[in-house]
């Protein structure tokens, strides 16, 4: 158990799901039922009591050679996957919502 | 173009080496990202929401064709192609790997250069005028005592944690390219009505939750006194500044919450115990400084017709003609604004070619360097008007050439949420939103300056307090809302923005900055009267009138 608080974004919903970024490269990844991580939303183990949501940050908290900032925010579930509610965590699991600057027009 | 010493070489070169120690042992797990945490910030690198970030120096915003290829390599290798031009004339790049962050800040110090003090409670990049060594109202080059600056304020151990970030902006000019009114410290290089040469010290400008517009401490400095009075000026912030709440630990609530007599007299008091000390600048240590920098031999060339060469060329050339170009204090030169905000990308971002496509044309065209303005623009400071059209024959092909510098689509937006950790709101897809529906030029030539700034949070990295036109993105409930403001500017009647009313939704948003603009269209007295002055002469009421009606 890490002696951190355990740290929980304003969000609202059903569910609570665990995230962090990674060390290497700072991606967003969510916590599964098996506690390991996956870079996608919809595989991550959404859990509906604080009691279970504490153990499993708990336990993202011990993680932290692979991972950074481990926190839970509230999602909802949708034919049995996790969802987010908020437009922060939405863009944060799908990646930016505008055009990245590649590939150059002159190149075509 | 400065160049270092010995001195300047061994310290980034050290500070490389160091850090790739703090990352090989993060990596390892040796030390925990608690641990690692203010190292990294300690040399830009940040955490965002799909990555790191990390923030590359520029001083005063002045970048060598070697500094260009430079960024260009670390955008191709070890990013996803581009790089970003911010606010305060850095570079960000948004996608690096941990473990490629040494190699890009061995890279960055083989061209003198660094991420030392891009983030962090510490005294930040210093910033100047664009047309710094150019302008033709300009008393003196700033950019030395910027250096200066730079110089005296890294490492610094006094100030390496302050209440909160800190951030000087330096001009020569009469006329405020460099916003010195809304800065921690703004410094203007004045002489008095003896005629000596000195410094005007402006002190508590800045933006954020609570913005202020700084206030005058001392009207005359002798030039000599710069660096004693600045870390006056820093002791009493960092002993008095409050360290009990982040979003009052700024120097503008100090200043705010004693006023600025009181300010003054106690930064008078601690400087008289430090004016005569080791800090005392002479005028062959200022000559030394300059003297590193590599100053361009300008060939005696007449002024070219630029009138006529407008007349027969295109449209779109002679747009640029127009709207892009800025005078230079030599005959027969001109800096020309490279926008880097054409209708479908993102304000600021540039690509490694592109970076690739600036850095030759430096080299043959523009004595060498660039200088990124804090408008998140490029400026070629030193073209020859004879050599305009092949110039813009490159940028065409680069598509560098939007001809709207100034004009309304010519917008400062800072990441928001589409990659800040802290947003509340996108504005990037906004800026590309209004880009897209004022893409017709003749209408935004006909409306002339208007200056439009978009933040993604009250952190305002977009400045939007100083925008004629300001939005800030806010979260409503978790719903992205947009709050607009008018009258902000922060030139030399820098003044700060007013809400005009309730927020608007992203779908409204667009439309509302229409109607603001129409609104100005419609009841101005004549073209002549530009979007501040009808503002400062109407006020609020015509928009709120236009946007909200009688509701
Ligand atoms: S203004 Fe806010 S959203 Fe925009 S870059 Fe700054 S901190 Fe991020």
Not at chain 2, 258 to 279: C, L, P, R, Y
Not at chain 2, 368 to 388: C, F, I, R, S, W
Not at chain 2, 497 to 520: C, M
Request: glycine share 6%.
């Amino acid at each position: 158990m890490s002696d951190q608080t355990l740290a929980v974004a304003r969000s609202f919903g059903s569910h609570f799901v665990i995230t962090a970024n990674t060390t290497d490269a700072g991606a967003p990844v969510y916590l599964r039922p098996d506690r390991t991580w996956s870079a996608s939303l919809t595989d991550a183990h959404a859990v509906g009591s604080e009691d279970e949501r504490d153990d499993l940050l708990s336990h993202a908290q011990t993680q932290e050679h692979d991972v950074c900032d481990p926190y839970a925010f509230k999602v909802n579930v949708e034919a049995g996957a996790a969802v987010a509610t908020t437009t922060r965590e939405r863009i944060r699991s799908q990646g930016p919502t505008s055009p990245l600057r590649r590939p150059d027009a002159a190149q075509g | 173009m400065y160049q270092y010493d010995e001195h300047d070489q061994r310290i980034v070169d050290e500070r490389a080496a160091q850090f790739r120690g703090q990352v090989q042992r993060r990596l390892a797990g040796e030390i925990t990202e608690n641990e690692f945490k203010p190292l990294r910030l300690q040399n830009g690198l940040y955490m965002q929401l799909h990555a790191y970030m990390l923030r590359v120096a520029v001083p005063y915003g002045l970048l060598s064709s070697a500094q260009l290829r430079a960024l260009a390599t670390i955008a191709r290798d070890y990013d996803k192609g581009y790089a970003h031009f911010t606010t305060r004339q850095n570079v960000q790049y948004n996608w690096p790997e941990l473990e490629d962050v040494p190699k890009i800040l061995d890279l960055l110090a083989s061209v003198q250069m660094h991420a030392i003090q891009t983030s962090g409670n510490c005294i930040r990049n210093t910033t100047s005028d664009p047309l710094a060594g150019i302008a033709a109202d300009e008393l003196e080059d700033p950019r030395p005592y910027c250096e200066l600056i730079r110089q005296w304020s890294t490492f610094h151990p006094e100030f390496a944690f302050l209440p909160r970030k800190f951030k000087i902006a330096v001009t020569g000019s009469r006329t405020d390219r460099a916003a010195v009114r809304i800065h921690d410290i703004g410094i203007r290089i004045v002489d008095n009505d003896a005629g000596e040469r000195g410094f005007e010290i402006l002190v508590g400008g800045g933006l954020g939750r609570t913005p202020h517009i700084a206030k005058v401490v001392r009207d005359f400095l002798p030039y000599e006194h710069l660096l004693s009075y600045l870390e006056a000026v820093l002791r009493v912030y960092n002993r008095y500044g409050r360290r009990d709440n982040k979003y009052k630990a700024r120097i503008k609530i100090q200043v705010s919450e004693w006023g600025v007599e009181k300010f003054a007299a106690a930064v008078e008091e601690e400087w008289g115990h430090i004016k005569d000390s080791a800090t005392a600048l002479t005028r062959a240590e200022i000559d030394r400084i300059k003297g590193r920098f590599h100053t361009p031999s300008f060939e005696a060339l007449p002024n070219e017709d630029l009138d006529a060469l407008a007349l027969t060329s295109d449209r779109e050339f002679a747009r640029f003609l127009k709207n892009n170009l800025r005078p230079h204090r030599v005959p027969g030169y001109t800096a020309i604004v490279i926008s880097t905000k054409p209708k479908d990308r993102a304000p600021g971002d540039v690509s490694d070619s592109q970076l690739e496509a600036l850095a030759d044309l430096a080299d043959r065209f523009g004595l060498g360097h660039v200088v990124v303005m804090h408008d998140q623009n490029v400026m070629m400071p030193n073209v020859k008007q004879a050599d305009l059209k092949a110039v813009y024959a490159v940028l065409e092909e680069w598509d560098l050439h939007t001809a709207n510098a100034g004009r309304v689509t010519d917008q400062i937006c800072c990441p928001g949420l589409d990659f800040c950790n802290l947003a509340n709101a996108r504005s990037i897809p906004v800026a590309l939103r209004i880009a897209e529906r004022f893409d017709d030029q003749d209408y935004l030539d006909d409306l002339g300056d208007v200056s439009l700034k978009m933040s993604g949070c009250i952190n305002a990295c977009g400045h939007h307090h100083v925008g004629n036109i300001g939005i800030l993105g806010i979260d409503k409930a978790g719903v992205e809302a947009y709050q607009l403001m008018l009258g902000g500017d922060p030139g030399d009647e820098a003044s700060l923005g007013k809400i005009v009313g309730r927020a608007f939704s992203s779908d409204e948003i667009v439309d509302a900055v229409s109607t603001v603009l129409d609104t100005y269209a419609t009841q101005r007295e004549s073209a002549d009267e530009t979007f501040l002055d009808f503002y400062r002469r109407a006020g609020l009421d015509p928009f709120k009138e236009s946007l909200y009606g009688t509701d």
